[in-house]
């Protein structure tokens, strides 16, 4: 049985008793750090994430948004 999301394998088997087995073995853990634990505020991306100045945006909506934020353009 393969699939990319376990909840769906887990609802599958939940009836089942080695379901406990599954659990501990293959669902995703929590990120304490690293690229996945930051998502943009403005859509949710977890790639390309500016943290500075607090702004929490990916650098698409960054460049969308930039001038209303005060940023110049200099190119």
């Known amino acids: 049985m393969t699939a ?3 909840k769906k394998v ?5 009836h089942k008793p080695k379901a406990i087995k599954f659990k501990k073995h293959n669902l995703p853990k929590e990120r304490k750090y690293g690229k996945n634990t930051k998502a943009c505020k403005r859509c949710g991306r977890k790639g390309a994430h500016i943290g ?7 650098r698409q909506c960054f ?3 930039a001038l209303n934020l005060g940023f110049k353009k200099f190119s």
Do not use: A, M, N, T
Not at 10 to 14: A, D, H, M, R
Not at 52 to 58: D, N
């Open 4 to 6: 990319s999301d376990p």
């Open 10 to 14: 887990l609802k599958q088997i939940e």
């Open 52 to 58: 500075k100045y607090g702004l929490g945006l990916c």
């Open 63 to 65: 460049r969308d948004v």
